[in-house]
């Protein structure tokens, strides 16, 4: 099952590589900034509880 693009194969298969390459991209970006929120999350948690503790004494 071979599609004939003809004279426009550089131009479909350019741009079906322009958006694997973004998607990719946003995939990445996407995981990369909820492991910064998780991180940032964690360390909020771990201050309040601490402050929570501190005061309990």
């Known amino acids: 099952m071979s599609v004939d693009l003809g004279k426009y194969a550089t131009t479909v298969l ?5 958006s694997l390459v973004l998607l990719a991209l946003l995939v990445a970006v996407t995981f990369w900034r909820g492991r910064k929120i998780r991180a940032r999350m ?4 771990a201050t309040k ?9």
């Open 14 to 18: 350019s741009a079906y590589a322009a």
């Open 42 to 45: 964690t360390a909020l948690d």
């Open 49 to 57: 509880s601490k402050a929570r503790s501190d005061a309990a004494h």
